[in-house]
């Protein structure tokens, strides 16, 4: 069974054109992640959440925001995609503490034309 | 100096051959660590956790090395579906919480 599920899979959109992509979790994990992987580049943490705490990495740039309604929700919103935003966005969940793993959604891969 | 340090290889070897990683970290408050497999165009998948004792599962073998601030990763007798690329993983606790800080991966293309 799916426990973290991102959609859509893959999201084409206009340059400049506003963006959302979801993901939710069936674990119940109090921390929640987004990050941008480019190809042959390493996932890159944008922000993530503590609960309902906001955690935004400081070269996160103010194009990329989020949204955590829930637990089991949170959202990244591309204000103005640029061309360069065009990658594999990965949402993360982890239950907290030292050893627990981190489990992936499949990724939304982001176009933008 | 990058936090987390891979050899992006590739690495090709023979099926049946050892191949071994390895991963420096640069943040000497990190805590655990972690390897993960992805696949082309997939997400990562947790392949262990290395533990301080060093760890090993099945083909798999885990070291870490904190004085030296490395981690190894060792597989003994490749097989084809190892193909992929190997990311090291460091988590250190930070006020907002865990941060997890990946490398940017080592390919292994495992051939006939």
């Known amino acids: 069974d799916a426990m973290v599920i991102q959609n859509p899979r893959y999201q084409v959109t206009q340059f400049g054109k506003p963006v959302t992509l979801s993901c939710s979790q069936t674990?119940?994990?109090?921390?929640m992640y987004w990050y941008q992987q480019k190809s042959s580049q390493a996932p890159k943490l944008l922000f993530h959440y503590y609960d309902k705490d906001f955690n935004n990495e400081a070269d996160t740039p103010d194009n990329f925001q989020s949204r955590r309604p829930n637990t089991s929700f949170c959202f990244l919103d591309i204000r103005s995609p640029g061309l360069g935003d065009a990658a594999m966005y990965l949402c993360?969940?982890?239950?907290?503490?030292?050893?627990?793993?981190?489990?992936f959604g499949p990724g939304t891969r982001l176009t933008v034309l | 100096r990058k936090e987390v340090e891979q050899d992006p290889g590739p690495f090709n070897v023979p099926e049946g051959a050892t191949v071994a990683f390895n991963c420096t970290y640069s943040n000497s408050a990190s805590q655990s660590f972690f390897w993960y497999r992805q696949d082309c165009r997939k997400e990562p998948k947790l392949l262990m956790s290395?533990?301080?004792s060093g760890n090993e599962d099945g083909r798999f073998t885990a070291q870490l090395n904190r004085a030296s601030q490395y981690i190894s990763l060792l597989i003994r007798d490749s097989k084809l579906s190892d193909s992929a690329t190997y990311l090291c993983v460091v988590n250190a606790l930070t006020g907002g919480g865990n941060k997890l800080t990946f490398g940017t991966g080592t390919q292994l293309k495992v051939e006939l």
């Open positions: 290395v533990y301080s």
């Open positions: 993360a969940t982890l239950a907290g503490g030292r050893y627990n793993e981190q489990f």
């Open positions: 674990l119940n994990h109090n921390v």
